[in-house]
């Protein structure tokens, strides 16, 4: 099984900054891609950025240019650095892992019990 855990979501004022870390641990043989999703109230669901354990990242269009993912893959740990945030950003941000738990196996989704993000204008 893998378990994320996430953590600096908080309080913010519009302008601001955080960054969210997800550290995966547990027993697994490989993480794929790991990433950030966000949900709002009364939202679906939605992407943030991701990235490959080669470092390719992705990014939504609301967040371009503002957002940076990174990965410490020694760390089994992603990253989210997030400035100029709006109130629009505000929102429960899920850590996304995909990964095989067994050389033979195929990969699954694991998520992370999310935290919250407010930002204030």
């Known amino acids: 099984q893998v378990q994320l855990v996430e953590s600096g979501g908080g309080l913010v004022q519009a302008g601001g900054s955080l960054r969210l870390s997800c550290a995966a641990s547990g027993s697994f043989f490989r993480i794929n891609a790991m990433g950030w999703y966000r949900q709002a109230p009364g939202k679906q669901r939605e992407l943030v950025a991701s990235?490959?354990?080669?470092?390719?990242?992705t990014y939504a269009d609301a967040v371009k240019g503002r957002f940076t993912i990174s990965r410490d893959n020694a760390k089994n740990t992603v990253y989210l650095e997030m400035s100029s945030l709006k109130p629009e950003d505000t929102a429960v941000y899920y850590c996304n892992a995909n990964a095989r738990r067994y050389a033979w196996s195929t990969a699954s989704e694991y998520w992370g019990q999310g935290t919250q993000v407010t930002v204030s204008s």
């Open positions: 990235i490959t354990s080669g470092g390719s990242t």
